[in-house]
């Protein structure tokens, strides 16, 4: 990934993480690394285990960027947040996945949130 990308998605997670604690939730890890990826903040929202994937873009000329969050990508997420869950004993906590988007138009964020933005099947 090129300094530019890199740059404008750690801008992207910074600016997810203030409005994620501006609205009450208790940031537990950023960046949690498994499996050859990472889930870019993992918070909690009152009683509920919230994994956040945050996509950062300059514009929205390609679309708007929750769509770069393919299944692929969903089930690697699953994959990682299995890990956070065995590695903390949580088997029994609630929990969901959100996307936070950041979009620059004309210089300002625009920030979004979708709740439960996907579930996952259970494995087989």
Partial sequence: MDNYRQKLGKIGEDLATKHLQQKGYEILVRNYRRYRGEIDIIARDGNCLVFVEVKTARSRRFGPPVLRVDQ?????????????????DLYDQDSRFDIVTVTFQNGVAKIEQIENAFWLEPPE
């Fill in 72 to 88: 692929r990508k969903k089930k690697q997420l699953g994959k990682i947040a299995m890990a956070y869950y065995q590695e903390c």
